[in-house]
């Protein structure tokens, strides 16, 4: 993300809207540090997390998610054009349910 976006020549209201996507950034952060504790409690252990990037000149991120429960390890990934929207949307579906696991078969 660049502090550079927003309304070109009001320094000012590009300062706000960079705080303001700054401050839902770090409530995203802290839903996700929750839904870890969440899932630790229920005997799911978070152990990696790591963000891929494509290499080739596109903005495209690939988060992968580690997951470790009494039955095996397990793998899920999300995709965004965005390092934040990769992120968001990674918490929206661990949040709402819809995130698939995978055997991990390197893990």
Request: with cysteine; net charge neutral.
């Amino acid at each position: 993300m660049s502090q550079g976006r927003g309304i070109p020549g009001n320094s000012i209201a590009s300062q706000a809207q960079f705080e303001k996507e700054m401050g839902r950034l770090g409530a995203i952060m802290l839903r996700f540090e929750s839904i870890a504790d969440r899932m630790f409690e229920e005997g799911q252990l978070l152990y990696g997390c790591s963000i891929k990037f494509k290499g080739d000149g596109r903005a495209d991120y690939l988060l992968v998610l580690r997951m470790g429960d009494g039955s095996g390890k397990y793998v899920s990934f999300h995709s965004g054009d965005s390092l934040a929207e990769c992120i968001r949307g990674t918490v929206a579906r661990l949040e709402n349910g819809s995130i698939k696991w995978k055997v991990d078969e390197y893990g």
